[in-house]
């Protein structure tokens, strides 16, 4: 058994880590088009101590550190590009605190989503946060550490825009508490008034640190949720009805979405427009206000709205689970998707790509986007699917999402979750003064370049 | 191409213009009004009604003469170029029952049980009621009635996919379809009819089905002794003559249905088709109308035909405390095959 090992099982005991093969298997890989690549050793650690002790083990050995929510991003973040340790969070998953009034809850960094919603249906009804479009076992830190979205962005921003406080273990292996709890014992502010430091850690894919514990937002979960379906066939359209009912400033939720299978969506560009209210009144009120806003639109015959009767329950699933259905229509399940946050105004044209992509590759595709914050920006999917059993065809996805990247990158638009080469191409383009205060920020929280080597490398 | 049979000079020479001054959806000061529209339309001229009909089918049943006054509006307007309902909605409807070859066939014989394209319809065919045929399905574009594209002025589609369902039908070497979807039945008969179609089977109405088989079943009745208000579907509009069979089943079952005032001729829509084609303020006052009159009845459930009025207004009637039931669910419940409905 080797020294680390033996390190290992001392911080964490024989439970919490191994190096089997079959298990190194598993840990090499995601669901998406990367290669895999083996740790050394996966370890999961139950308490902020252990992290840390395992953190300065790694440091004092210079053994790469990855830290790993579910590992469901698709785009290869917690494949250890240079081997190590994978650190899965997944035991880390207790929820320490809800503060009812001040609408946040501070948890361990592996508490999951479907944790949280649970925890909060049974003890806070009132209470919600910002669900994202992904398994209820992905984790909430994960999905703030890669700027995530989810059912309230449009409303509240960015999942990350919520973060109320972080625990976070540097890659030196110091416990640092950013945001209020470091000044006294409540979570509400992950900065301000303060300089705000966890823009050290959002966004880094946790290639500057550990979160162990994270506060956040939750929001008023109101009594009912309703949705409304307008369709279009007219892309140019597109950025207008997103205008229109983002001036509503009442929508929970709004997504754009078009794919050619089955048929009767085949053609046409979907706004699904959620909205949420306590009584009938509200929710009818809210109802007219979107339809009133799209009126133009019903009158020229160019939009209106579909029945949503029969589809009503699936749209309101909350993880919605239309990503699984896509992902299994070629076969073997397979499908990664290249998530550009971009302008609303640059719908048509990224619509475009992607049929064009599709068309190229010879590979299925479909698109949703996001309004996020009212409609700053958006995140504009452009989805592939394929058969796990085919790498020809896992070859040309990821050719196409290469190439939907540097298309992106053309248009203005900004990566999202970025693969290591997608990474590389961001930095490329990047404002150099930009690209060296990140990697200023870099070697100097991580002097060893330990924490999940080949993300947000400035060579 | 198949072409409308319509005759112009009964319009012409209508007395009444009932078609359009019996209209729940649009007024006019009188027969010397509706006349001057109903031959503006004949003659190909515009016409508010082409502008203004929300396509709810009742003018097929007002014209007691014969002609068919809602599927000539809606061949003007397809030669027009206009659009009822939304651009890609009517192409949303054209897309989704385009024939694919992913229809089910159960064990057909000389009879068929039509499901449309409607899953429901499935569940509904089945147990007691429906036993020696339920294996006999037919489900999918390939057996749906496209009448729904009038409501969309795309007499065209049907023209062109009325004829492949009817030869689908034949080649099963069927000699009778019974139609669960009244809409399938008022295809058969009315549409087929009016466009010169020759139909080689004999389309059997569920309901006429229906009544004989719990006739048959009388023994098994034990009478419900409840309250319904009935929603009327659009498409019954096309089959006029049938309509008294639904109180003939409701008696057999012990079912009270209360005079109301929006019943038979003056029945309102579901609402849905008029919320695409005239936006949601006249689908709410229609809706609103309806089920307020329907509580007024002091009825305890809302009675569908329709699956697809069924899945609009069940919301809805829920909501107002109202429980939603087909009317074959509700002879399932009087032969002991279903629990009763909680709202």
């Known amino acids: 058994m080797s020294e680390i090992l033996k390190s290992l099982i001392d911080i964490v005991g024989e439970r919490g880590v191994s190096n089997?093969?079959?298990?190194?298997?598993?840990?090499?890989?995601?669901?998406?088009?990367?290669?895999?690549?083996?740790?050394?050793?996966?370890?999961?650690?139950k308490t902020t101590g252990q992290v840390q002790k395992i953190v300065q083990l790694a440091n004092r050995e210079k053994i790469p550190v990855v830290p790993m929510g579910n590992g469901m991003a698709l785009t290869g973040l917690v494949i250890p590009l240079k081997g190590g340790i994978v650190m899965d969070m997944k035991r880390m998953n207790k929820i320490l605190e809800v503060n009812e009034k001040a609408r946040y809850v501070v948890m361990e960094g592996g508490t999951s989503q479907g944790v949280l919603k649970a925890y909060l249906q049974e003890n806070y009804p009132n209470l919600r946060h910002s669900i994202p479009d992904a398994p209820p076992s992905t984790t909430i830190a994960a999905n703030?550490?890669?700027?995530?979205?989810?059912?309230?962005?449009?409303?509240?921003?960015?999942?990350?825009?919520?973060?109320?406080?972080?625990?976070?273990?540097?890659?030196?292996?110091?416990?640092?508490?950013?945001?209020?709890?470091?000044?006294?014992?409540?979570?509400?502010?992950?900065?301000?008034?303060?300089?705000?430091?966890?823009?050290?850690?959002?966004?880094?894919?946790?290639?500057?640190?550990?979160?162990?514990?994270?506060?956040?937002?939750?929001?008023?979960?109101?009594?009912?949720?309703?949705?409304?379906?307008?369709?279009?066939?007219?892309?140019?359209?597109?950025?207008?009805?997103?205008?229109?009912?983002?001036?509503?400033?009442?929508?929970?939720?709004?997504?754009?979405?078009?794919?050619p299978k089955p048929l009767v969506f085949s053609g046409n560009f979907h706004v699904t427009i959620f909205f949420t209210g306590d009584t009938e009144e509200e929710i009818e009120f809210k109802r007219k206000?979107?339809?009133?806003?799209?009126?133009?639109?019903?009158?020229?015959?160019?939009?209106?709205?579909?029945?949503?009767?029969?589809?009503?329950?699936?749209?309101?699933?909350?993880?919605?689970?239309?990503?699984?259905?896509?992902?299994?229509?070629?076969?073997?399940?397979?499908?990664?998707?290249?998530?550009?946050?971009?302008?609303?105004?640059?719908?048509?044209?990224?619509?475009?790509?992607?049929?064009?992509?599709?068309?190229?590759?010879?590979?299925?595709?479909?698109?949703?986007?996001?309004l996020i914050h009212g409609g700053h920006c958006m995140m504009f999917s452009i989805s592939f699917a394929f058969n796990r059993n085919n790498p020809a065809m896992m070859q040309r996805v990821k050719e196409a999402l290469d190439e939907a990247m540097a298309f992106a990158l053309e248009m203005g638009g900004i990566p999202w979750k970025p693969n290591f080469a997608e990474q590389k191409m961001a930095l490329e383009k990047m404002d150099p003064a930009a690209r060296k205060l990140l990697k200023m920020i870099k070697n100097n929280l991580d002097p060893q370049g330990i924490m999940n080597p080949g993300n947000w490398e400035v060579n | 191409m198949y072409k409308l049979k319509f005759n112009e000079k009964v319009c012409a020479t209508c007395p009444s213009s009932d078609c359009l001054l019996k209209c729940q959806y649009m007024t006019f000061s009188g027969h010397k009004e509706a006349h001057a529209e109903i031959m503006k339309i004949i003659l190909g001229k515009d016409s508010r009604v082409l502008h203004e009909c929300v396509t709810c089918y009742a003018c097929e049943e007002y014209c007691k003469r014969g002609n068919h006054p809602f599927y000539l509006i809606s061949e003007r307007r397809e030669e027009k170029g206009m659009f009822t309902a939304a651009r890609p909605i009517t192409n949303q409807w054209i897309n989704m029952t385009e024939m694919q070859g992913k229809c089910l066939v159960g064990d057909v014989k000389d009879k068929a049980l039509s499901c449309c394209y409607i899953p429901e319809l499935g569940a509904l065919g089945t147990g007691e009621i429906f036993k020696d045929i339920a294996m006999a399905g037919t489900f999918g574009a390939e057996f749906m009635c496209p009448a729904v594209h009038t409501h969309f002025a795309k007499m065209s589609v049907i023209k062109e996919r009325l004829p492949v369902v009817i030869d689908n039908f034949r080649r099963l070497g069927v000699k009778e379809v019974i139609c669960l979807h009244d809409e399938c039945y008022g295809t058969f008969t009315s549409i087929?009819?009016?466009?010169?179609?020759?139909?080689?089977?004999?389309?059997?109405?569920?309901?006429?089905?229906?009544?004989?088989?719990?006739?048959?079943?009388?023994?098994?009745?034990?009478?419900?002794?409840?309250?319904?208000?009935?929603?009327?579907?659009?498409?019954?509009?096309?089959?006029?003559?049938?309509?008294?069979?639904?109180?003939?089943?409701?008696?057999?079952?012990?079912?009270?249905?209360?005079?109301?005032?929006?019943?038979?001729?003056?029945?309102?829509?579901?609402?849905?088709?008029?919320?695409?084609?005239?936006?949601?303020?006249?689908?709410?006052?229609?809706?609103?109308?309806?089920?307020?009159?329907?509580?007024?009845?002091?009825?305890?459930?809302?009675?569908?035909?329709?699956?697809?009025?069924?899945?609009?207004l069940s919301e809805k009637v829920s909501k107002r405390g109202l429980k939603p039931i087909h009317i074959i669910d509700l002879c399932k419940m009087a032969i002991g095959e279903k629990e009763r409905e909680v709202a």
């Open chain 1, 20 to 45: 089997a093969p079959e298990e190194l298997w598993f840990y090499s890989r995601d669901p998406g088009v990367l290669e895999p690549h083996k740790p050394d050793y996966v370890v999961l650690p």
């Open chain 1, 144 to 259: 703030v550490a890669l700027h995530g979205q989810g059912r309230l962005t449009n409303q509240y921003g960015f999942n990350s825009d919520m973060v109320t406080g972080m625990e976070v273990v540097l890659p030196t292996g110091e416990i640092c508490l950013i945001g209020s709890p470091s000044l006294g014992p409540y979570w509400f502010s992950k900065g301000p008034t303060l300089p705000d430091l966890s823009g050290l850690f959002l966004g880094w894919l946790g290639a500057t640190g550990i979160i162990t514990k994270l506060g956040l937002r939750l929001y008023p979960n109101k009594k009912i949720r309703d949705v409304e379906l307008f369709v279009t066939d007219r892309v140019e359209l597109v950025p207008e009805i997103l205008y229109k009912l983002s001036h509503l400033e009442m929508l929970e939720d709004v997504n754009v979405w078009f794919q």
């Open chain 1, 289 to 370: 206000m979107i339809w009133d806003a799209l009126q133009e639109f019903i009158d020229s015959k160019d939009g209106g709205f579909m029945g949503v009767q029969y589809m009503k329950n699936m749209l309101l699933e909350m993880p919605g689970r239309g990503i699984a259905d896509f992902a299994d229509v070629p076969k073997g399940g397979g499908f990664e998707y290249s998530g550009p946050i971009t302008i609303i105004e640059h719908y048509p044209q990224y619509a475009a790509k992607v049929i064009e992509l599709a068309k190229k590759y010879d590979v299925l595709y479909a698109s949703a986007a996001r």
């Open chain 2, 192 to 312: 087929a009819s009016a466009y010169g179609m020759e139909v080689p089977f004999k389309p059997v109405y569920y309901m006429d089905f229906l009544l004989q088989r719990m006739k048959e079943l009388k023994g098994k009745i034990k009478p419900l002794n409840i309250t319904v208000a009935y929603q009327r579907p659009c498409s019954n509009r096309l089959i006029p003559d049938k309509l008294p069979l639904v109180k003939k089943i409701l008696n057999l079952i012990g079912v009270k249905m209360p005079k109301r005032t929006y019943q038979d001729e003056n029945c309102l829509c579901c609402g849905e088709v008029i919320r695409s084609v005239a936006g949601y303020k006249l689908a709410d006052d229609v809706q609103k109308r309806n089920i307020n009159d329907m509580l007024e009845t002091g009825a305890e459930y809302c009675m569908f035909n329709c699956p697809a009025c069924q899945i609009a």
